[in-house]
């Protein structure tokens, strides 16, 4: 199974990025590594926070589950020898960034119907609605 056989419920759209497969974004970031953590033990950090994510953004989805499991595994084995600090800490960059929009931007969608489809945002993506006024009031 391929994270692409999620079909369009895993599509994302961000200012400046449109992704299909939001894993597809580690090949274009750049960006500062924390310098409180050796290399390897921020990458194994993101290894785990990005696994935690995937198990919060994909809850009760065992298909969508798999395939970002497999995403995951799979980004990281073929980085694995990568022995360049600068190129390491550009990937860490992209891992974070992907990890930032999966949890920020992804939603589940469940088919109710042929054409219809219930959205379950998790509690951490609901924000408070403040109603737009036309007519600002004035200060006294």
Same mark, same amino acid.
């Given at each position: 199974?391929? &994270?692409?056989?999620?079909?369009? &419920? @895993?599509?994302?759209?961000?200012?400046?990025?449109?992704?299909?497969?939001?894993?597809? #974004?580690?090949?274009?970031? +750049?960006?500062?590594?924390?310098?409180? @953590?050796?290399?390897?033990?921020?990458?194994?950090?993101?290894?785990?926070?990005?696994?935690? +994510?995937?198990?919060?953004?994909?809850? /009760?989805? &065992?298909?969508?589950?798999?395939a970002a499991r497999i995403k995951i595994n799979e980004?990281?084995?073929? /980085?694995?020898?990568?022995? *360049?600090?600068?190129?390491?800490?550009?990937?860490?960059?992209?891992? *974070?960034? #992907?990890?930032?929009?999966?949890?920020?931007?992804?939603?589940?969608?469940?088919? +109710?119907?042929?054409?219809?489809?219930?959205?379950?945002?998790?509690?951490?993506? @609901?924000?408070?609605?403040?109603?737009?006024?036309? &007519?600002?009031?004035?200060?006294?």
């Amino acid at each position: 199974m391929h &994270a692409s056989d999620l079909g369009p &419920a @895993l599509s994302i759209s961000t200012p400046g990025v449109s992704v299909r497969d939001p894993f597809r #974004v580690l090949a274009n970031c +750049t960006g500062p590594q924390s310098p409180t @953590l050796k290399p390897s033990d921020e990458v194994l950090q993101l290894f785990k926070t990005l696994h935690r +994510t995937r198990q919060q953004v994909f809850k /009760n989805d &065992a298909r969508a589950l798999e395939a970002a499991r497999i995403k995951i595994n799979e980004e990281f084995k073929c /980085n694995k020898t990568e022995t *360049s600090p600068k190129k390491i800490e550009e990937l860490i960059k992209i891992g *974070s960034d #992907v990890e930032l929009i999966l949890r920020t931007s992804v939603i589940q969608g469940i088919h +109710t119907d042929h054409n219809t489809l219930k959205l379950v945002p998790r509690k951490d993506l @609901l924000i408070e609605n403040v109603p737009y006024c036309d &007519a600002p009031t004035q200060k006294q």
